[in-house]
């Protein structure tokens, strides 16, 4: 099991922005295939928020483009989420994943809660 361990939620008032970030084990982040946040609110399925592929592609919700940019920096063995002009539609559970080594092999970290308020 790889250790992905998320920070940076919280709550903040709509418009605002937030950054979490993902930490991988470095010892394997240069090989993982792809990484991704997705997001998970109250009553409703987990949905995929935005990827980001070991080459640096990137793709990202209809509903987040525009907004949220999803980064990495292999130096720190991190991924991050920027989040701009938050709306309470927003509000989510965020959880960062790791598809390693092969394809259907997934990671998921613990979540970070955002809330954002109207």
């Known amino acids: 099991q790889v250790q992905l361990v998320e920070s940076g939620g919280g709550l903040v008032q709509a418009g605002g922005s937030l950054r979490l970030s993902c930490s991988a084990p470095r010892s394997i982040f240069s090989s993982i295939n792809a990484m991704a946040w997705y997001r998970q609110a109250p009553g409703n399925q987990r949905e995929l928020v935005a990827s980001?592929?070991?080459?640096?592609?990137?793709k990202y919700a209809d509903s987040v483009k525009g907004r949220f940019t999803i980064s990495k920096d292999n130096t720190k063995s991190m991924v991050y989420l920027q989040m701009n002009s938050l709306k309470p539609e927003d509000t989510a559970v965020y959880y960062c994943?790791?598809?390693?080594?092969?394809?259907?092999?997934?990671?998921w970290g613990q979540g970070t809660q955002v809330t954002v308020s109207s």
């Open positions: 994943y790791a598809n390693w080594p092969l394809p259907g092999v997934d990671h």
């Open positions: 980001i592929t070991s080459g640096g592609s990137t």
